[in-house]
């Protein structure tokens, strides 16, 4: 079946950096396109990051432009989001994500994709 797994996530202080992985199965994940999608208490779905099918184009936020860097490696079915200079306003829940469709890469609500994991909690606090 398939599935996607985050994880990496977790308590890191203000400035500070966290790398988070997404394992992928049950789909042909070289043909998907791949997002990073967080949701915080209280707030809206937001979304963070897209990569291309072979990695060669991204996409960011603005809030995390700079900041975050998103990657991927079709030979592990594994999507990373490198997330340095973290700050308070980073913690949420953050999921990966996969549409074939580049329309629909991009979007904030996960309904509009075809995958997506339960996500891995980053906390930003000092």
């Known amino acids: 079946q398939v599935q996607l797994v985050e994880s990496g996530g977790g308590l890191v202080q203000p400035g500070g950096s966290l790398r988070l992985s997404c394992a992928a199965s049950?789909?042909?994940?070289?043909?998907?396109?791949m997002n990073w999608v967080r949701q915080a208490p209280g707030r809206g779905p937001e979304w963070v990051s897209a990569?291309?099918?072979?990695?060669?184009?991204?996409r960011y936020a603005d809030s995390v432009k700079g900041r975050f860097t998103i990657s991927r490696d079709n030979a592990k079915n594994t999507l990373y989001l490198q997330m340095n200079s973290l700050k308070p306003e980073d913690t949420a829940l953050y999921h990966c994500?996969?549409?074939?469709?580049?329309?629909?890469?991009?979007?904030?609500?996960?309904?509009?994709?075809?995958?997506w994991g339960q996500g891995t909690q980053v906390t930003v606090s000092s």
């Open positions: 994500a996969s549409t074939p469709y580049p329309g629909y890469s991009g979007s904030p609500s996960l309904d509009d994709y075809d995958y």
């Open positions: 049950g789909f042909t994940f070289k043909t998907y396109y």
């Open positions: 990569i291309d099918t072979g990695g060669r184009s991204t």
